[in-house]
């Protein structure tokens, strides 16, 4: 059976549609309409950014980093200008295996690295090799490779090697200061770096520049009161003595005795800071500087000078030292001869404990605790460098007798190398103690009087009796120069007690006596061959340095060229107390 269709129905569902239809497609273009209106309003800026993004880069042009230098202008570190290889994986089309292996080739790279750099198309920047010679990175270039692009760099470069290491120290390979007054002075040496907006095409090729170009600026020199000569010589010296006697390291120091200036510092063993490769962690302690060791008899003129400012001594005062034993509660402190009476310069001369223990013992807690402080003991030197430490001096309330006595020759308290060099300014400048500083001066800082003339030349001139016939430094004594300064020779604390074994060997002292230019301080950390007295180990290289430095400083002598004094065969060496 057929059934009619109706016309009419039929017409009036198919206008239907059509009207359903053309009401979606005006609703979708007011839709259309309302969100380019509100992108245009309020996201205009974003809309701009995302526009520049294909096409506008920035590039930052490097600064050079500043100079350091040596008191006389000498280069410690300066960068050199490398070239730095990059790329912006999403302007880059896809590599052909062909473009992809010359590419690695050229970089000194396996395509797996190349490629695995690359991988990222969203990133607008990556570095495929820093610091590359200025021709392996036109040959790179000359690949032209879209996309890829080179940019200036400075790599920092250091003539004096591990000589200088400690001091300078290094920097990272973004020219970051990582240590020493690399660290230190980074806002000074670093510079600002400039910038340069450019608009590059499809292919990843620069067009045109957009803006001018911002200038980077160069840092600032630094210039150190280094003395680059005598810094080598210091270095080969404290080298020689710390292979010579087989020790696990050793720090020097050279202070110009007038102004509180470094005109070294060393340490070894070191490490070379341009291989930027692992470092030893132990090559890299600045154990001038950041460790601690207890001083030993480097100490006991140090007692002396506060028994003499107290008034109670004088420098003939005669102490009796008995049968070279001294018994305080449990404890006893011993010296390895019986010296009989001593006086004060006797005392310093021979390194009596005994006798250096029973002068501190006459003395006021308080007022021994006060003298220490006033001359830098258990207070960080201050001279700008990172890291310093402060050495450890306990509240005279918390001392014992026995630690009272102990302190006074060198044990219970803790120094660094640069710290006691400080401490011995007192002797050479008749009472006074100036800031330690590493930059050159032009005048010397002003200082502040801790004791009289008369007590600070009175231990200088017991300090000269320690490297004479009778003294415990014979191997410090310097062909044309009156010298002076005490031997230390400490145990070392291990699972807490004192061993046998492990010493540290140090010696500290002045020279000319009779006008002093040069504080040098030595320490050699376990020597292992046989010697471990300051006086055997450390005072050689003192000697060597001294000798060398106040010719190179044109400091004329102060003694006939035979003034070597050698001691008597048929006496045993005197060596210091332990």
Do not use: C
């Not at 400075?154 to 660290?183: C, S």
């Not at 020097?252 to 005795?257: E, G, Q, R, T, W």
């Not at 008899?297 to 034993?325: D, Q, R, Y």
Request: net charge positive.
């Amino acid at each position: 059976m057929a059934y009619r269709t109706n016309a009419n129905l039929s017409l009036k569902l198919q206008m239907w549609r059509a009207w359903l239809v053309l009401g979606g497609l005006v609703l979708l273009f007011l839709i259309l309409i309302g969100r380019s209106a509100y992108l245009m309003g309020f996201k205009e800026e974003f809309l701009r950014e995302q526009g520049e993004a294909r096409y506008f880069r920035k590039l930052t042009l490097a600064a050079n980093r500043g100079m350091i230098t040596d008191r006389n202008g000498e280069p410690l570190a300066i960068s050199t200008p490398v070239q730095s290889v990059w790329a912006s994986p999403a302007d880059m089309p896809e590599l052909t295996s062909q473009q992809l292996n010359s590419l690695a080739k050229a970089l000194g790279m396996k395509p797996e690295e190349v490629k695995k750099k690359l991988a990222n198309k969203k990133r607008d920047f990556v570095f495929l090799k820093r610091q590359m010679s200025p021709e392996a990175a036109t040959r790179v270039i000359g690949l032209a490779i879209p996309g890829v692009s080179k940019q200036t760099e400075y790599r920092r470069y250091y003539p004096a090697g591990e000589v200088m290491a400690h001091v300078i120290g290094f920097t990272d390979i973004d020219n970051k200061g990582q240590e020493g007054f690399e660290l230190t002075r980074e806002s000074m040496l670093a510079g600002k770096p400039g910038s340069r907006h450019v608009i590059r095409d499809r292919r990843g090729y620069i067009v045109e520049d957009v803006t001018s170009i911002e200038k980077p600026r160069d840092g600032q020199t630094l210039t150190l009161s280094i003395d680059r000569k005598i810094q080598y010589l210091a270095f080969r010296e404290l080298k020689n003595a710390v292979d010579t006697h087989k020790a696990k390291g050793g720090g020097i120091v050279v202070l110009d005795a007038r102004t509180g200036e470094v005109l070294a510092l060393a340490n070894y063993p070191s490490f070379n800071p341009n291989n930027r490769g692992r470092y030893d962690p132990a090559a890299r302690r600045n154990r001038a500087i950041t460790d601690l060791y207890e001083p030993g008899s480097t100490m006991k003129p140090i007692s002396i000078a506060a028994a003499l400012e107290s008034g109670k001594f004088k420098s003939s005062t005669v102490i009796s030292t008995n049968n070279g034993t001294l018994t305080i509660g449990p404890a006893t402190i011993r010296d390895t001869h019986s010296y009989g009476p001593l006086t004060l310069s006797g005392i310093v001369q021979k390194s009596s404990n005994v006798g250096t223990a029973k002068v501190a013992l006459d003395l006021p807690r308080e007022y021994l605790w006060n003298f220490y402080d006033s001359v830098g003991i258990g207070e960080a030197p201050r001279s700008g460098f990172p890291g310093e430490a402060s050495g450890r001096l306990r509240p005279w309330k918390t001392w014992r007798p026995i630690e009272q006595a102990t302190m006074s020759y060198g044990y219970g308290l803790s120094v660094s190398l640069l710290q006691m060099a400080k401490t011995y300014q007192v002797f050479a400048t008749d009472g006074e103690i100036r800031p330690v500083t590493f930059q050159k001066q032009v005048a010397p800082l002003p200082g502040t009087h801790v004791m009289s003339a008369e007590t600070a030349q009175e231990v200088r001139a017991m300090l000269e009796t320690v490297t004479q016939p009778g003294g415990t430094a014979l191997r410090a004594q310097v062909v044309g120069y009156r010298v002076g300064g005490k031997t230390g020779t400490a145990k070392k604390l291990q699972g807490g007690a004192y061993t046998e074994k492990t010493y540290v060997a140090s010696f500290v002292g002045i020279a000319p006596i009779s006008n002093p230019r040069l504080i040098v301080a030595v320490m050699i950390d376990e020597p292992n061959a046989g010697s471990y007295y300051g006086g055997t180990v450390a005072a050689p290289a003192f000697s060597n340095v001294v000798a060398g430095s106040l010719r190179m400083l044109g400091v004329p002598p102060d003694a006939p060229l035979n003034n070597i004094l050698l001691p008597d065969p048929n006496e045993p060496e005197v060596k210091e107390e332990t």
